[in-house]
DNA sequence: TTAAACTTTCAGAAAATACTGAAACTTCAG
DNA sequence: CTGAAGTTTCAGTATTTTCTGAAAGTTTAA
């Protein structure tokens, strides 16, 4: 490994727990993305210094963020691993994931505290804000996966609209009057 | 507190490491939110079982974030805290924090590992990579900070559009091709 | 000044999390 | 079958993170 290779995969690793999971699961990755071929589970531990174990334990968890699979090659009875598919799709599965994990359990705590009535006033501005909360996760995960839902094609001009974003929408409303 | 108040400030704990700090400050910010009045360290600490050294610990990691406020009441010379802004900027501020955290030093790692030549085959590969995150990374912080800088009626109406954006995205095109 | 009423800091203890390595398990060629 | 070549599991250990509480610091009223 290279310098400049090692400190991107260091980084990944130092960024990991803030992406979602520990040191080694991000090193991991990083050594996943930046390497052209697979690599075996014994590669993996070597290159970054760590358990076979460990390796068995951080690729359980790469898949279930579905970010890594699994190849074979042929003569040949190991696993190699590779990311699974392109930095666009990584990206959209770290969102949908920490979705999952950060929003949807809050989103049924709350809507389950809605249920009942409020039983005084403290209750009730308790669950005025719970409702605000609920709100605003809710609208925010539908948005986000409409966006998930586009073509990468018409996502990307998206993007790229950038500030015309709100350009566009005045658009739409003199479209909507003089149509 | 009631059974409901609790389970939802117990919650923030659970989900406080998941959003970027820890259980007890997760605790602290969701007791914070749920209350109508701003509260001293002091009933923070007894509502949370907490000692008071955490909760001056806490309430600065509350701070660096943006998330809390401080207060005084007449004739007191206790400090009390409550959160800062609304549900909306409370989101947007989260946003943006991790944005600080999770997202800026990697950009400018990815940038200083630009600068310089590849070395080799493998390196070639491993820059490529690294060019097609940092597009990314940067397209998405982007997109980010232009939603954040557009005014909430405005955002309201975007996030309301959901599936329509798409449409809204052909139209502009008609738009200018006819206009 | 002084001292009461607070807040902050931080060393050490406690709790949570991650890692190792050996044993158990799986798969498959012969 | 058998055993070689691999993977997974998990009890125990190491590391990291969080929490406590006592001491130090700050502010203000008198």
């Known amino acids: 490994m290279t ?5 991107f995969v260091m980084h990944c690793g130092e960024m990991g727990s803030r992406w979602g999971f520990n040191r080694t ?7 996943l993305i930046i390497n052209e071929e697979a690599l075996s589970a014994v590669q993996i531990s070597e290159a970054l210094n760590i358990s076979r174990g460990n390796v068995s334990m951080g690729i359980k968890e790469l898949q279930s963020w579905r970010l890594v699979q699994v190849q074979h090659k042929p003569k040949d009875r190991k696993e190699y691993y590779s990311p699974a598919g392109s ?5 959209t599965r770290v969102f949908e994931e920490r979705r999952k994990r950060e ?5 049924s705590l709350l809507r389950d505290n809605l249920l009942d009535e409020p039983g005084n006033q403290q209750e009730q501005f308790a669950q005025d804000k719970m409702h605000e909360i609920h ?3 809710e609208t925010i995960t539908n948005w986000a996966s409409e966006l998930q839902n586009m073509s990468p094609a018409k996502l990307n001009t998206l993007m790229k609209l950038g500030a015309g974003v709100s350009k566009v929408i005045d658009m739409k409303d003199k479209f909507l009057k003089n149509g």
């Open 3 to 7: 310098a400049k290779i090692e400190s």
């Open 25 to 31: 699961v991000g090193q991991m990755y990083g050594l």
């Open 87 to 91: 930095i666009w799709e990584m990206a």
């Open 103 to 107: 929003v949807d359990p809050t989103l």
């Open 135 to 137: 709100d605003l996760l």
